[in-house]
């Protein structure tokens, strides 16, 4: 990508080789095949975790964390230089639930007894977390959730459930916001939980979605008892935990994954001689460069020069772009695979055919996820008109 070459100095060339180097090593085929095979940004559990055990060997599971808490050091560049690889190498996925949204927050929240029990296990990978925002009747209204946290005083007890809750079925723990109070503004009234999945009175019941595939679940809670001690921040105070949690969900490094996806499109058009016929390649030119503007984007965020106002709205920003690129890049490959009549082999990494309808019927949820985008681009204006 030119926007990175741009950034690298001699040492940063050096650290990209001595990652190419481990990914020879260690990415085998039968990981490579099994992610390709993915049709949402979830892989199944034995192919992550999998992927993980070996990046936890090398000390390199962990990118963004401070060193502190088993982080590599890496600067910014050198993440971003990792993150591309491994995209480019058709490395799985990582589950984004525990090592990039909930382990900040526990960080940040979390007090000494909480750090030194959950950060290890999450680094190790012996705890599979699922996100327990969204409730029936909710939506993206994150502020009227009504799982009732009922407290004595050592525990919560919670009744009501969620839904949507992504790979629940694989999880042993989840981290949710409940109702502790209906005193006030509803946002004033929430907590931030971190629950055992095992816990008596919890059940999980599948979602099929469109795709006919299972990710999705909706989880009952009949008199939970969660201990206060697993409640991170102050009772009431979730609100300001799960904004902070957000950030980490919404932003991110869009562009490697949208590269490395981009490369299977245009290697399944040439196989098909797709991209031969008029407007086709126009149409793969431009998100090529939709890409490459937002890889600029991201290095110029994480290098620090953008302005104080970019910087407030730049999880906002980078959600719209990454997630509606990722949107046109499905319909090419469904325009890529229609046109090949699905004849491609399967066995060829770069054959969409296996993948193309469930990831586009998948990722129609990607725009809403994490604030939909109307959402964010709400607050992309506040923060515009408030400047």
Not at 341 to 354: C, D, I, S, V
Request: glycine letters at 8%; hydrophobic letters at 40%.
């Amino acid at each position: 990508m030119l926007a990175l070459e741009t950034y690298l100095s001699d040492d940063d060339h050096a650290f990209r080789n001595e990652v190419r180097a481990f990914l020879e090593a260690e990415l085998d085929a039968d990981l490579r095949h099994a992610a390709s095979l993915s049709t949402s940004v979830f892989h199944e559990p034995e192919v992550s975790l999998a992927w993980q055990k070996k990046l936890h060997a090398r000390g390199w599971v962990a990118p963004d964390w401070p060193r502190q808490f088993g982080g590599t050091g890496w600067n910014q560049l050198q993440r971003y230089v990792f993150a591309l690889e491994c995209a480019l190498a058709g490395a799985p996925s990582l589950s984004p639930m525990g090592l990039k949204m909930v382990a900040p927050v526990i960080m940040h929240y979390g007090n000494d007894k909480q750090r030194a029990h959950y950060l290890p296990r999450l680094l190790a990978g012996e705890d599979y977390w699922c996100q327990g925002f969204s409730e029936p009747g909710s939506g993206s209204d994150l502020a009227s959730v009504k799982l009732r946290a009922a407290g004595d005083d050592d525990h919560y007890v919670l009744n009501g459930s969620k839904i949507w809750t992504t790979h629940a079925h694989h999880a042993n723990r989840m981290f949710a916001l409940v109702r502790t109070s209906s005193m006030s503004r509803p946002q004033a009234g929430i907590s931030f939980l971190l629950i055992d999945m095992a816990s008596p009175g919890i059940t999980v019941r599948p979602i099929i979605n469109m795709s006919g595939h299972h990710d999705f679940n909706q989880v009952f809670f009949d008199n939970v008892c969660v201990p206060k001690a697993n409640r991170l921040g102050e009772e009431n105070d979730g609100w300001s935990v799960a904004k902070y949690l957000l950030n980490f969900e919404r932003g991110g490094k869009y562009a490697p994954q949208l590269r490395a996806y981009l490369n299977r499109i245009e290697a399944a058009a040439r196989a098909s001689d797709w991209s031969g016929h008029p407007g086709n390649a126009e149409a793969l030119d431009r998100e090529a460069a939709t890409i490459e503007a937002l890889c600029a984007i991201e290095l110029k965020a994480m290098t620090g020069s953008a302005n104080p106002a970019e910087a407030a709205t730049g999880a906002s920003k980078l959600k719209i772009m990454g997630t509606e690129c990722s949107q046109r890049l499905d319909r090419l490959a469904m325009k890529v695979v229609g046109w090949s009549g699905m004849a491609l082999p399967l066995a060829n990494e770069t054959n969409l055919a296996a993948t193309a309808l469930a990831r586009f019927l998948n990722n129609r949820a990607s725009t809403i996820y994490a604030g939909s985008n109307e959402i964010q681009r709400d607050i992309v204006a506040k923060a515009l008109l408030a400047g």
